[in-house]
């Protein structure tokens, strides 16, 4: 037998039974149902509010308590770029001042003698 260890008792092992930890809290056990059929128990505690809906781990669907009222997918919105946001912000006439307006400012920095980095 190895000179470190321990015996009667694993690595890591936490406190043995109830007694050092106390009673556990009373629980009930809910069941959720996900738009793809499959069913989820989860347990709670009896004094805790029990959320509307809970996400599947299975297929990550939301699910609900009521079976024959499952919700449905959530609408998933697409990657936006950059520019489709600018161009949700600004119209093309707006644009194109904007771009005249910077096209302007560096020609007659230029013109100027500026260094321009």
Known sequence: ???GAIRGSRIGS????EAE???AA???????????????E????IEAEVPESWDCPRCGMPASVDADNRPTAKKIEPYKTHLAYVKERRSETEADEILKEAVDML???RKSGEIIF
């Open 14 to 17: 936490g406190p043995m039974g």
């Open 1 to 3: 037998m190895a000179a």
């Open 26 to 40: 009373p629980r009930q056990f809910v069941t959720f149902y996900c738009i793809n059929n499959h069913t989820t």
């Open 107 to 109: 020609r007659s920095k």
């Open 21 to 23: 930890r106390g009673e």
């Open 42 to 45: 989860l347990q709670f505690a």
